[in-house]
């Protein structure tokens, strides 16, 4: 039973990582999912520390990077984060594994692409 729930978390992770890919600027996208890498690990590795567990929605570099897009607030609550008043808080720490492994693999992704256009980019100014 753990297998198949595994497999919808990612299926859902991952949808709500298309939104975020779909919606960000792509200037600040890989920015957008190192932040919420940095937010996951940092959960993931420190589960007794409560800083690492609540984040302040008017933080601005919070506020700015991660939750103005719907697919990354989406991407945080199907990752365990919950929203209370004016913070995000870590409700349920289960699916960390997986959001961890899903961003590490996204952003190497967007980065691949980035070198692919800059390449092209090259090619077609020289």
Request: hydrophobic share 45%; charged share 30%.
């Amino acid at each position: 039973m753990a297998a198949k729930n595994d497999d919808d978390a990612q299926d859902i992770l991952g949808a709500c990582l298309g939104i975020l890919v779909e919606e960000a600027d792509p200037v600040i996208l890989r920015t957008t999912l190192q932040t919420l890498l940095k937010l996951m690990k940092n959960a993931a590795e420190n589960p007794s520390e409560e800083k690492f567990h609540h984040v302040r929605k008017e933080n601005k570099a919070f506020s700015n990077k991660v939750w103005r897009y719907a697919g990354a607030q989406q991407f945080m609550l199907a990752a365990g984060w919950a929203e209370a008043d004016d913070a995000v808080v870590l409700t349920d720490s289960e699916r960390l594994k997986c959001a961890i492994q899903l961003l590490e693999a996204k952003i190497l992704l967007v980065k691949k692409k980035s070198k692919l256009l800059l390449k092209e980019k090259d090619n077609r100014l020289s």
